[in-house]
């Protein structure tokens, strides 16, 4: 007897076939010679297909657990698991690799599951350094998302397990009337198993690259969580982790904490918010409660005109009711600000606050949202909120909107001589081709981009505008100098027609988070050349001009 069974051919054939299937590999090599010779066709096959099957792994489901409003994402993978599987669910993110049949092994009992737990963890003990080997890696199925993990088994041996597992059901009847050339065909696959195909190094790239956001995402927003939870926000640290981008589930209480619109200590907030909400609706019964007679009908039918046109492409920007509350705001502020008064282009930048502060109260698609179903108290919240941080706004770059607009005009000159020192052959085409700055960034100044590039883009860019000192001014300019240049090739070969139409419509319907960000390092890095020096913008130099 050993391990239960005894050794030879007699008592082979008198086990049923479920007492057959737990002999190990060793113990089929300990039978006597011969015999598995005595065995019939049946039994033979019985116990040599138990020896060439491979063992099947319990681990298939890999659990990523992620803080905030990220759910979790099950990342399925078949029986096998390489480094590069086990790497993705623990490795990279942190997370467990969980048995979807048993979460809570006892590793102390010796059962399957405990051992298989026991081996896992030694696996992983074993092979700790080796997971960022890319060699080792399993591809994406090119039939799946991008969330689910394939195992190296190949399709063949898929189907040959298959294969094997029917002829396992089938009864000791059914498999001696079995044709020989069903056992030699079956032989023959599990013998010569076929090549392991592998995908695309882009695809494994790109799989990686998305799980590396989702960890970015992680880190990012427990950073924000920390921050926010202070008793006194340390601005200057809440400013350096929102250049970056800030998460969207906390975008609108950080957006109003930069603009100066809730204070930084935390007890009193929630005192401020009520206090400004309910000024706002004074602001609002006073200017509209007296009836159409006390209102200023030319401001609001100019109003009325621009709301209309805006993000015209997005349903929500449609809605009567949302285009009812920003007339409000832009009359209200129109009327408190009577040096600038409404001036076109202002309509554009009251919409991210506005498309911000409604995205934290409303799950989904905020831009196909059903506004009947939000709250009146919310909108009238949203709608206050968004001329408070409006008019913050408005205050840093008011001579923008003044007569005459002079803060646009002088923008517009050190846009052309920061081109013309950043890219001289660019600035020299425009010129020789009669094109003025003034015919198409005035409205990169007057709208700050809006009508450029898209809302969701514009929104990760304000992120980076909030957290710069003067961004919505100073840093913009460079911005605007870095969008142009980007365009340099292009322009280059095209004569004043083209020049205007293409720099009307720009193409950058199809542009990524990853643009912005590129256009920002950009930025950034021209101020940082230019912005303390103003000389290499003026041409100038101080020393010519001082006495000898």
Sequence with gaps: MFGGFTLDSKSVREESPAQLSNISSTQIAELPSGSLASLSEKESYNLTHRKSVKPRRPWTLHAVSLPGRITIEILESENNLSHFGIGLATGILGARVSNPNNDTVNKSKNTPQSRSFRRFEKFLADTAGDWDEITDAERLSPSNSSNKLYSSQSNADIETEKKSEIVNEKSPEDIENMPKKSFEAIHASNSNPTPVSHKKPDEEAKMMGEIAKLNTMSIRYTKFKALLELPMIDLDNLKKSSWSGIPEEIRGTVWKLLMGYLPLNSDRREATLQRKRKEYEEFVAQSFGRGKAALDEALLHQIHIDVKRTNANIPLYQNLVIREALERILYCWAIRHPASGYVQGINDLVVPFFHVFLSSGVTGNIETCDVEKISKDMLSNVEADCFWCLTKLLDGIQDNYTFAQPGIQRQIGRLKELTNRIDAPLY??????????????????????????????????????????????????????????????????MEFQDIMMFLQSLPTSGWEEKDIEMLLAEAFMLKELFHNSPSHLSGTNPSATSPS
């Design 428 to 493: 020299a085409h425009l010129t020789a081709q009669g094109v003025d700055f003034i015919q198409f960034a005035f409205r990169w100044m007057n709208c700050l981009l809006m009508r450029e590039i898209s809302l969701k883009n514009m929104i990760r860019l304000w992120d980076t505008y909030q957290a710069e000192n003067d961004g919505f001014s100073d840093f913009h300019l460079y911005v605007c100098a870095a969008f142009l240049v980007k365009w340099s090739d292009k322009l280059k070969k």
